[in-house]
């Protein structure tokens, strides 16, 4: 019994999908290997968030607002920061889609032409390392970027200290845009297993951000905590919150999970054309 849980448990959590190609195309296209459109998406998709990437670490500067001693402005300082983690991932697995397309681009058919397109051959691959890759990087990026959406703006965000301006609204919500948007174009699946990989990335900053406080490590202005919720010197509110976040991270999950799921059932109404192709599908040996 234990060891077939743990089979189970080990399909449920690896990053294994077939046929990989999906991890090239979008959810509302025809055929198997990536379109021009597609392509064109994946650039415009990453100069943007590189960019907003860029502008948010070169534009740094002390709250408008503040009022404290004077302090030196750190640059380094912006990767203790949870929204810029999760604004790192969101570039990374943007990179990382764009590497996926221009792998499949250029990677030839194993498909059979027929007058209504493509049969597919059903030949048995296992994911590659590239997508599986980024497959982990869309999800945590994905569960994140709803979690810092929700989290800043309802126990972290303060009108005294933090100015609301454009590249504030990007990183803390425009995120949570970019990976909806995300969602509603790719082809992949997001599994419910997954939200483990989410609240492990949430736990893994929790420990790094005790391991910084212990240091003697400070925020941007000097004071102990990176964020007022995450004070270490109060280990059971600080606990509390890692605790918290976590169970939102899983919550944040489910919510992409159904999103997923309801444009994949929503394509294949919308898309009925595909239905012929995969009943012509090849018999395996």
């Known amino acids: 019994m234990l060891s077939r849980i743990w089979q189970a448990s080990r399909r449920a959590l690896n990053l294994e999908h077939s046929p990989p190609q999906v991890f090239a195309c979008s959810q509302w296209q025809h055929g198997s290997q990536p ?7 994946r650039w415009l998709l990453f100069l943007t968030v590189l960019s907003i990437g860029i502008s948010s670490f070169a534009c740094q500067r002390l709250p408008r607002l503040y009022k404290g001693p004077k302090v030196e402005l750190n640059y380094l300082k912006w990767f203790i920061y949870f929204t810029n983690w999760g604004y790192l991932l969101i570039v990374l697995q943007a990179g ?137 010197n109060k280990p059971a509110s600080a606990l509390g919150f890692v605790a918290l976040c976590a169970a939102v991270m899983m919550l944040a999950h489910g919510v992409a999970t159904v999103l997923a799921y309801t444009r994949s059932r929503l394509a294949a109404k919308l898309l009925p054309t595909r239905a012929p192709a995969d009943r012509l599908t090849l018999p395996t040996h």
Not at 36 to 41: A, F, I, Q, W
Not at 137 to 148: E, G, K, P, R, Y
Not at 153 to 169: G, M, Y
């Open 96 to 232: 990382l889609a764009l590497m996926v397309v221009h792998r499949y681009r250029t990677q030839r058919s194993f498909n059979i032409p027929c007058e209504d397109g493509e049969i597919p051959m059903p030949r048995r691959q296992r994911t590659p390392l590239l997508c599986r890759v980024y497959w982990l990087a869309h999800t945590v990026a994905t569960d994140l970027a709803f979690v810092i959406t929700v989290i800043y703006w309802t126990l972290v965000h303060d009108p005294k200290i933090h100015e609301i301006n454009a590249l504030n609204l990007l990183v803390h919500g425009g995120n949570s845009l970019v990976m909806l948007l995300e969602l509603a174009v790719t082809a992949h699946p997001v599994r419910a297993a997954h939200a483990l990989f989410g609240a492990g990335a949430g736990l893994v900053y929790g420990v790094f951000s005790c391991f910084y406080w212990a240091v003697g490590g400070t925020d941007r202005i000097g004071l102990p905590a990176i964020y007022p919720a995450l004070d270490w």
């Open 35 to 41: 379109v021009t459109s597609y392509l064109v998406y």
